[in-house]
T-cell receptor, first 114, second 112 residues
């Protein structure tokens, strides 16, 4: 059984550019949640995907968008990057939205916006 | 609005000591409270979790105490080791698979 994987590990982008981050969920998990963790802070919920549909969104602007694929992997897209978007982006997978399944995190993608 | 408040921000203990991290929540709809451990450059790892119908839960050297009436819960690390040095986050959610609301984190340093 493989854990949650994310790619790339690190990324440097320029303000105004667009970025796509990828996540493969743990085997058997059909729900993926994305979080943003600024330096020295706790993760903040961006949104969740359950069976390819968005299932809840945090307080993030529409330029943060996502997708979930039939194999339950997921992408996070951020348009018009701002300096404050620099953070560790984490995805977490679980067995099912609203179920008793705990969320397991991947190693994250460190995004730096210059 | 920060719905989960965590304290202290940092903690230093000697090997064998018992770091205690406290969290308080506001939303009474929360019914699942996990703790995560995070090492530098890594994602958070689930340590232990508790539901409000239980006042205490132990897993290995980690113990959660839960006070529903006070809306507070805490993590104790028994017989702490240098390898326990990490940042610990409490979290809360209305159901285990739903969005997690995290506390601000506590950086724990265990000195040999």
């Amino acid at each position: 059984e493989t854990g949650v994987t994310q790619s790339p590990t690190h990324l440097i982008k320029t303000r105004g550019q667009q970025v796509t981050l990828r996540c493969s969920s743990q085997s058997g998990h059909n729900t993926v949640s994305w979080y943003q963790q600024a330096l020295g802070q706790g993760p903040q919920f961006i949104f969740q995907y359950y069976r390819e549909e968005e299932n809840g969104r945090g307080n993030f602007p529409p330029r943060f968008s996502g997708l979930q694929f039939p194999n339950y992997s997921s992408e996070l897209n951020v348009n018009a990057l701002e300096l404050d978007d620099s953070a560790l982006y984490l995805c977490a997978s679980s067995e099912g939205s609203g179920s008793s399944g705990e969320q397991y995190f991947g190693p994250g993608t460190r995004l730096t916006v210059t | 609005q920060q719905q989960v408040k965590q304290s202290p921000q940092s903690l230093i203990v000697q090997k064998g000591g018992i770091p205690i991290i406290n969290c308080a929540y506001e939303n009474t709809a929360f019914d699942y409270f996990p703790w995560y451990q995070q090492f530098p450059g890594k994602g958070p790892a689930l340590l232990i979790a508790i539901r409000p119908d239980v006042s205490e839960k132990k897993e290995g050297r980690f113990t959660i105490s839960f006070n529903k009436s006070a809306k507070q819960f805490s993590l104790h690390i028994m017989d702490s080791q240098p390898g326990d040095s990490a940042t610990y986050f409490c979290a809360a959610t209305v159901a285990a698979g739903n969005k997690l609301t995290f506390g601000g984190g506590t950086r724990v340093l265990v000195k040999p």
